[in-house]
């Protein structure tokens, strides 16, 4: 099984930055990682997505288009590890933000992840 453990949420003022990290275990060899989130009263999000391939070459990245150029996610320097950088936060930003992980096949890691995270709290004022 793979277990998911996130951290980095809290209180930041219109404009800070957050960096959120997601540590996956017991993952494959190559993985979709992703960030989602879900603010009250609507729907979950996905926010970044990443592939992390075995040749970093054929590493493929999605954003939300809410996020772009404001939110980087990345791998981490331990293994099956990802983090978000969160810039220029906004008020709309506020959420619980989950990390989600699945075993990759090829690049596409839009939907059908199979473990999730408890979630942290993003609160943007």
């Known amino acids: 099984d793979v277990q998911l453990v996130e951290s980095g949420g809290g209180s930041v003022q219109t404009g800070g930055s957050l960096r959120l990290t997601c540590v996956a275990s017991?993952?494959?060899?190559?993985?979709?990682m992703g960030w989602f989130r879900q603010a009250p009263g609507k729907e979950r999000e996905a926010v970044a997505t990443?592939?992390?391939?075995?040749?970093?070459?054929?590493?493929?990245?999605y954003y939300a288009s809410s996020v772009k150029g404001r939110f980087t996610i990345s791998p981490g320097n331990a293994t099956n590890t990802v983090s978000l950088q969160m810039n220029s936060l906004r008020p709309e930003d506020t959420a619980m933000y989950y990390c989600?992980?699945?075993?990759?096949?090829?690049?596409?890691?839009?939907?059908?992840?199979?473990?999730w995270g408890q979630g942290t709290q993003v609160t943007v004022s």
């Open positions: 989600a992980a699945r075993r990759a096949f090829d690049g596409a890691c839009a939907a059908n992840y199979d473990y």
């Open positions: 017991g993952a494959a060899a190559s993985i979709c």
């Open positions: 990443i592939y992390i391939a075995f040749h970093p070459e054929d590493q493929r990245t």
